[in-house]
């Protein structure tokens, strides 16, 4: 890709930050509704949680000399199988997660327009989007992250407008009435809402993913990692919980618009509406993203030779349109797969199935960064405070499995393991080569034959 088609670190930032947030908090609020004010617990296990990860990713794309993204990152202890496993994964829950953002902004639309769809509308009308979303990344990593640019501002602005003027209708009575709904424990409370709180961070790794979309990934990659997350962790954390003090739960609960809401109550429909507009632009700007990165994933996996080929073909504005036009076709089957009479309900269900998948890639890059730092002689308390992290980082993730549920569980390991499969399939273009020079060895008498199965793994 030539330079004047990449992306600045600023745009890669601002992508960063739409992809997390453009999808990640306009159904927050109803969702987290369901726990109550009490969520914030969850809010901040989470903020901690993703900003040790974001951390690790930080210093995996400062000393990774591999391409690649998450899947390069994961090759350095894990060889090729982990390389494939960390883009399959990752790349199966853009997938879920795509369909997702597609429902969410159709739910939007749906609110700004005053109407409703039966189940099948409603699918098709995700279904366009996906379409529309895909055409529209046709001009290549530099005009993706432009439009970016100016659709993040359709949620930073309701959000921004919360944190200065939203204390105004602000009432502390409310904010403790919304406080725990339904009288969960602290624990239980927090494991209820971290699924959702971890779905609205999934996307601080799509710098890593777009590492080949920008000028001089090794120093810019980590500023859009560490950058994006902390600019989408307090816009969260501040706008949730002025919500909470302003709209009861109840009501909260019910709404496929919540920050349209809100800004109803406060200054009326019209505003009401306007904020809708504000969010359905941001949520199809973060769709448009994401679309693009999860071409990336998939073209990096094709570049390995893990992937057919025609994944990795891309236009001279460096869009890999061939691979974006096979994933939506994936996407518009999945999207047909869950139809369901409840827009919350498949949102959740694809939700969940995104939250799984997308923690592989995390806990193998988290298992990586070792050696990663070591390869390139970075050691003594540097690397003593990044294992630390790497550590946190991947016993919060681990927990974020759990609170998953176990249906969302068996699913996700169904998809891991039948990625297993498909590397066998691919996998004589790596190994074959090294497993023929272990046979002669044996048969040469030159290597014990119980030395074979160790060669094979170095």
Known sequence: MSKANKMSVFQLTILTAVNMMGSGIIMLPSKLAQVGAL???????????????????AKCGMYSKKGGGMGGYAEYSFGKAGNFLANYTYGVSLIFANTAI??????????FLDTTLDPVMTCAATIFTLWLATVLNFGGAKYTGQVSSITVWGVII???GLAFVGWFWFSPSMY?????VHDLGFGEAALNAITM???AFLGMESACANADAVDNPEKNVPKAVLGGTLLAAACYIVSTNIIFGIVPADVLVSSSAPFGLVFSQMFGGTVGKIIMGLMVLSCFGSLLGWQFTIANVFKAGSDEGYFPAFLKRVTSHGAPIAGMVAITIIQSLFSLMTISPSLNEQFETLVNLAVITNIMPYLLCMASVVVIMKAVDHVGSELKTTKLIAFIASLYSLYACYASGFEAMTYGAIVTVFGWTLYGFVSDRFDLKKAKADNEAVASG???ADAVPAAAEK
Request: glycine share 6%; charged share 0%; with cysteine.
């Open 158 to 160: 309701p959000c921004i």
């Open 39 to 57: 969520s914030i617990v969850s809010w901040l296990v989470t903020a901690v949680g993703s900003m040790a990860l974001a951390y690790v990713f």
């Open 102 to 111: 597609a429902i969410s902004a159709v739910g939007y639309a749906l609110g």
């Open 197 to 199: 709180t971890l779905w």
């Open 176 to 180: 403790t009435a919304n406080w725990n």
């Open 446 to 448: 030159k290597a014990p």
